[in-house]
């Protein structure tokens, strides 16, 4: 079984940057993709950017341009970094993982509140 373990969420100020990582929990040598979902209060959960082994990365029209999301294929690690947040960027963040094959995994989620 792979876990999926994210960090960094927190409180931020309007304007402010954060980043967040996440690591799978052992060595896997057949990932397609790894990823950020999102889900605020009362929404459902959406995408916000994904990044193939090879480094196709895609992005929701919302935060494009001031997210960008990298990858360490050696750790099993994906990073998003996200800059100028406004309070809609306020969501328990989930890092995801998918397998060549469809198989997927996810995180337990870390919550990012931005907030004066």
Known sequence: QVQLVESGGGLVQPGGSLR???AASRSIVNIYA??????????QRELVATITTGGSTNYADSV???????????KNAVYLRSNSLKPED???YYCTLE???GMNY???GTLVTISS
Do not use: E
Not at 34 to 43: D, S
Not at 66 to 72: K, L
């Open 99 to 101: 397998l060549h094959g």
């Open 20 to 22: 967040l990582s996440c």
């Open 34 to 43: 790894m990823g950020w979902y999102r889900q605020a209060p009362g929404k």
């Open 106 to 108: 996810w995180g337990k």
């Open 64 to 74: 494009k341009g001031r997210f960008t999301i990298s990858r360490d294929n050696a």
């Open 90 to 92: 306020t969501a328990v």
